[in-house]
């Protein structure tokens, strides 16, 4: 089943998130039984990660390589991600969670230029009808 989440964080654009239960189904199911949920951002590298978020799952069909605009759930820090591109610990064109992530979808909107306006702010993640 397909979910359409919104990530509002005070002055600006909010973000749009497809999450999709085929990879990571109680991962998702958790992700939507906790919304709305209130976290604060952090980027590392092309990567937006939350404070640790109120989901509990441990790997669930982990992986160790996530795709462009994946989003992702980190069992390690309990953090929320969104790849928007490449991190430091990856290799040239493979984009390198700091360990394996359950994926959860894709973000739908907007573009890695909302990275240089997140870090250290609070965004609320809920549901969108």
Known sequence: MKYTVQVTIPNLPLIILELDDVNSPKTVNDFIEKLPFTVDLNV??????????????????????????????????????????????????????????????????????????VDGKSAIFSLKF
């Open 44 to 117: 590392w590298g092309d990567e937006i990660y939350t404070s640790e978020s109120p989901i509990t799952q441990p790997e669930e069909n982990a992986k160790s390589l996530v795709e462009l605009n994946d989003i992702a759930y980190w069992p390690t820090g309990k953090a929320i991600c969104l790849f928007y591109g490449f991190t430091p610990i990856g290799k040239p064109g493979e984009i390198t969670p700091a360990s394996p992530v359950n994926v959860l979808g894709k973000i739908i909107s907007p573009d890695k230029s909302i990275l240089n306006n």
